[in-house]
């Protein structure tokens, strides 16, 4: 994620299990929508799943872009 500093990234990933997770499943929801986008048609289980997997995505990129403001707070003071 280009918000989150390498450095950041990496201490986060060894001390953090709550980043660690959430990043999995970014991935992971991502490496999905990947494999979904590249098909021709879906059908109406796979679409429910593309906005399904969007919304997860979402919801963990936001998880993680606090992790890490509450992570910079903390070592700024």
């Given at each position: 994620?280009d918000?989150?500093?390498?450095d950041v990234q990496?201490?986060?990933?060894?001390e953090?299990?709550?980043?660690?997770?959430l990043?999995e499943?970014?991935r992971?929801?991502?490496e999905?929508l990947?494999y979904?986008?590249?098909k021709?048609?879906?059908?109406a289980?796979e679409?429910?799943?593309?906005v399904?997997?969007k919304?997860?995505?979402?919801?963990?990129?936001e998880?993680?872009?606090r992790?890490?403001?509450e992570f910079?707070?903390?070592?700024?003071?």
């Open positions: 994620m918000f989150i500093k390498a990496e201490h986060l990933m060894r953090h299990f709550e980043f660690r997770k990043m499943e970014h992971s929801a991502d999905r990947v979904l986008r590249n021709l048609r879906l059908t289980q679409s429910v799943e593309e399904e997997l919304k997860a995505k979402l919801r963990a990129k998880r993680i872009y992790i890490v403001e910079n707070k903390n070592r700024g003071q």
